[in-house]
C-alpha cells in the first residue's frame, strides 16, 4: 500500500476523475463556503485520499499550560548557560509582511503519508529553521529517527520531541530515512545536529496573540504551532484559509511568516506538494486557532566539517569580558559537530595579567574534552609566569587529536592559586582535516627510538620524530611530576 499524499499536483484533473463521493464531498463545501464567505479554493487534494486521522496526530497534554511554565522557566535556564538570547535582525515585528522562505530558512516540504506524526515534522521543521539560520547552512533532519527514538509519540499521534533534539540530536534523512511507520530505533546512526534549548511563546495562554507570535518569529525563526483541522482544510489549494472554525487543535504546522494585508499567517504543511499551495497555506489570524502551543526550538551553533580542511568552531573574547579568575576554572569552550572521524587541532591565545595580587606568580593552562576543571590533556599543559607587578605575558596552548564523528566539546582550563587572574583578551580555534586527507600518527618502533629528550622530575619537552617521514612529529611538554 503506498504511503505517499502527494501522486499529483493537478486538482482540475484529479477532480474531473474523481468519484461520485469525492465530487459530492467537494460540492457540499463549495455551498458551505459561498453562504459563509470563505475566501479560499477548495479542490480534490491528496490529502483528501486520507481520513483526517491518518494524516493529522497531534495529542495536547491534558495539562499543558502547566507543563508551558515549567518548560520555559527550564528555556531560560538554558539560554543563560548554552547560548545567547538571539537577535536575529532580519525582520521586525512591525513590518507589514515577512516570510522566513525569502531568507533561505525554510526547508521544502515533506510528505508525512499515512502516518499520524505531524508531532515529528513539526519538531523537526522549527529545528530545521532555526539551524539553517544561526549557521547559514540548510540540512534535511530526520524525522523518521524523532519517530523511532524520542519516545514523544508514533503513528497514532503524539507531542512536540524538542527535547530529544537537546539530548540526543537528529540525523540526516539519508541516513535515517523515512517510511511512514514506526520502527525500532537505530542507536548507532550518526546524530550530527543540535538543538540547546526550547520553549513556548506564551505559557499564559493557549494561542498567543498576532504580536507575539510575530515577536517570535523574528526572534527564533519559524515556528511549530498547532491548528484544528477540517474536512475544508483537507481540501485547501489556494486564497486565504479563513473558516474559523472553533474545534479542538489535532495537527501540527510550522509557521514561516506573515502578511498583514492578507491578515494571515504563512504556514508550511507536511502533506506533499498535493495540497495547498504547492504545500503552503494562508491562514487567517486566529482562523482554526492556528497558533495553539506555539513553540520555538534553538539549534546549535556547530558548523559540520565534512570534506575538507576547515575551521569547525571559534570563541574569541576581548578586555570589556573581563575574565577574571581567582581559582581553577574553564576559561572558554567550543562545541561542534564532525560528520565522520577526523583530526582536530584546537589552539588557545590569550594575553594575561595579575589582576589582584603581586608578582611573582605562576600559572598554568590546558586543553580537554572533559568539563572538571581539575582534568587535562598532558600534551596541552602549558605554565607562564609573572615576574612584576602590571606585566602583561602571552598565553598559549594547543593540541592535536583524532576524534569520532559525532558532537563534541572542548574546554580551555587555568590553573592557579592565591591570585586573580585577568585575561585582557584571547581566541580559541578549533581545525578539521579529515583522516582521508593525510597519514595516521603511530607511536611504533621507529618512533620510539627517535624520542628527543629525557624524562626527569623536572618539566621537560619531548618530541617523536619518525625517521621515515621527516615531516611528522609529535611535541609534547611534561610538567613536572606527570609520569
Known amino acids: 500500500m503506498t504511503t505517499s499524499i502527494t501522486p499529483s499536483l493537478d486538482y482540475r484533473k484529479r477532480e474531473l476523475s474523481a468519484g461520485n463521493e469525492i465530487k459530492s464531498a467537494i460540492a457540499a463545501l463549495r455551498n458551505q463556503g459561498a453562504q459563509r464567505k470563505w475566501t479560499f479554493q477548495l479542490g480534490y487534494t491528496t490529502a483528501m485520499d486520507w481520513k483526517i486521522e491518518q494524516i493529522t496526530g497531534l495529542r495536547v497534554p491534558e495539562n499543558f499550560l502547566d507543563l508551558a511554565k515549567k518548560q520555559n522557566a527550564l528555556a531560560r535556564a538554558l539560554m543563560k548557560t548554552e547560548q545567547k538570547t538571539l537577535f536575529l535582525g532580519r525582520s521586525d515585528p512591525s513590518d507589514a509582511q515577512f516570510n522566513w522562505a525569502d531568507h533561505n530558512a525554510v526547508t521544502p516540504v515533506k510528505d508525512q ?8 515534522f513539526g519538531t523537526n521543521g522549527a529545528f530545521e529553521g532555526s539551524y539553517a539560520i ?55 546512526v550518526n546524530r550530527p545536529f543540535k538543538a540547546v534549548a526550547w520553549g513556548y511563546v506564551d505559557s499564559t495562554r493557549e494561542v ?31 486564497g486565504v484559509f479563513n473558516e474559523n472554525d472553533p474545534g479542538a487543535v489535532n495537527h501540527a504546522v510550522i509557521l514561516i511568516g506573515w ?22 497555506m494562508w491562514i ?30 571559534y570563541e574569541e573574547f576581548y578586555f570589556v569580558d573581563n575574565k577574571r579568575f581567582t ?39 590546558g586543553l580537554s574534552t572533559a568539563e572538571p576543571t ?31 564523528a559525532g558532537t563534541h566539546t572542548i574546554y580551555w582550563k587555568v590553573w592557579l ?67
Not at 264 to 269: S, V
Not at 333 to 342: D, Q
Not at 381 to 389: E, I
Open 374 to 404: 581539575n582534568t587535562m590533556f598532558t600534551a596541552s599543559y602549558r605554565v607562564g609566569s609573572f615576574q612584576a607587578a602590571n606585566q602583561h605575558v602571552p598565553v598559549h596552548t594547543s593540541f592535536a587529536i583524532k576524534l569520532p
Open 327 to 365: 581559582g581553577n576554572a574553564n576559561v572558554a569552550s567550543l562545541t561542534f559537530n564532525l560528520a565522520k572521524e577526523m583530526f582536530v587541532s584546537f589552539v588557545a591565545e590569550a594575553s594575561a595579567t595579575i589582576a589582584r595580587g603581586s608578582a611573582p606568580q605562576s600559572f598554568r593552562t
Open 134 to 188: 544561526l549557521n547559514g547552512v540548510p540540512i534535511n533532519s530526520s524525522e523518521q529517527d524523532t519517530l523511532d527514538c524520542s519516545g514523544a509519540g508514533s503513528c497514532s499521534g503524539g507531542w512536540f520531541a524538542y527535547q530529544y533534539l537537546i539530548d540526543k540530536g537528529s540525523a540526516e534523512e539519508s541516513d535515517y530515512p523515512y517510511v511512514a511507520r514506526q520502527g525500532s530505533c537505530l542507536a548507532d
Open 113 to 120: 503519508g499515512s502516518c499520524g506524526s505531524c508531532w515529528a
Open 284 to 313: 487567517g489570524y486566529g482562523s482554526n486557532s492556528i497558533g495553539y502551543a506555539a513553540s520555538w526550538v534553538q539549534a546549535e551553533i556547530a558548523p559540520i566539517a565534512k570534506e575538507a580542511s576547515s575551521c569547525i568552531a
Open 208 to 238: 498567543p496573540t498576532v504580536e507575539a507570535l510575530k515577536q517570535a518569529l523574528c526572534e527564533y525563526g519559524p515556528l511549530g504551532v498547532a491548528v484544528n483541522v477540517t474536512p475544508a482544510f483537507q481540501a485547501y489549494t489556494s
Open 259 to 280: 502578511d498583514d494585508s492578507k491578515q494571515a499567517w504563512r504556514i508550511k504543511n507536511s502533506w506533499g506538494q498535493g495540497w495547498g499551495e504547492n504545500g503552503f
Open 417 to 483: 592559586n592565591g591570585y586573580t587572574i585577568g585575561f585582557d583578551s584571547g581566541t580559541l580555534t578549533a581545525m578539521a582535516i579529515p583522516c582521508s586527507m593525510g597519514g595516521r600518527l603511530k607511536a611504533g618502533p621507529p618512533l620510539q627510538r627517535e624520542i628527543a629528550g629525557t624524562v626527569t622530575d623536572k618539566e621537560e619537552i619531548i618530541t617523536m620524530r619518525d625517521p621515515n617521514a621527516p615531516d611528522v612529529f609529535i611535541t609534547v611538554d611534561r610538567p613536572a611530576g606527570v609520569g
